[in-house]
């Protein structure tokens, strides 16, 4: 399964290309807060743009994790990677 994450400190977003092309109303900053990672459309949107999918405090990259795995996006200052969830306690 391919998975877009942000591989710079700042934090996800798209530009304003990008969310047009996704669908969305630019909203000045490029935040979609709802959308799946592994939309194949945001996808397919990264793949096609390339760096112009980039808001302006990122740097996308699409990576795979095996199918069927449960993922959660972890960061922090914004650089992201993915993790398999698991159960914990506190």
């Known amino acids: 399964m391919k998975v877009v994450i942000n591989k710079c ?27 799946s990672r592994s939309d194949p459309k945001l996808v397919k949107c990264v793949e096609q743009l390339g760096a112009k999918a980039n808001g302006s405090h990122a740097n996308l990259k699409i990576i795979e994790i095996p ?4 993922f959660t996006i972890e960061e922090y200052d914004g650089m992201e990677w993915v993790a398999e969830k698991h159960r914990t306690w506190g």
């Open 9 to 35: 400190y700042g934090g996800f977003g798209l530009s304003k290309e990008a969310m047009v092309f996704m669908g969305f109303e630019w909203d000045g900053y490029g935040y979609c807060s709802k959308l």
């Open 67 to 70: 199918n069927n795995i449960d």
